[in-house]
């Protein structure tokens, strides 16, 4: 029972954290990039960063507590390394190195204006190889889950 409970807890919460991803990806930066002025762009994507943060956030600590639980269960194999290496990458991404890279992206060289297109285009660009990494973990997970 403990063990349903688990995996129930554990799609579920790779579910809102991955979907949540591909929200941003597809929906959130292209109507950030069709805004024109830059600041409108940077209140709209921090108005959605911030509040999203926290339900990633909570998903990956749900997800790698539960999937934790599930490795003890069921052992490692091929396809759980590749959810262990996707969950490690976005769990330091949420706790650390997004501030990093976010600071490096939002500050403009002295004497220069920050241009919001690039940055809000690399950051897509970025969600899309995140998402593509989050895809190549889903499909171990289902290889797993019926192998």
Known sequence: MLY?????IHVLSIVIWIGGVAFVTLVTFPMI??????LDQVLMFQGVEHRFAKIAKAMVILAGLSGFYLIYEKGLSFGVWVMIFVWTFYAS????????????LFSAPSGKQLDTKKVFNILQGFHWFVLALSFMAIAAGIYEGHY
Request: hydrophobic share 60%.
């Open 93 to 104: 991404l949420l706790f650390g190195l997004e501030k990093l890279i976010f600071k490096r």
């Open 4 to 8: 349903i409970a688990a995996l129930a």
């Open 33 to 38: 990039l069709r805004v024109e002025k830059s």
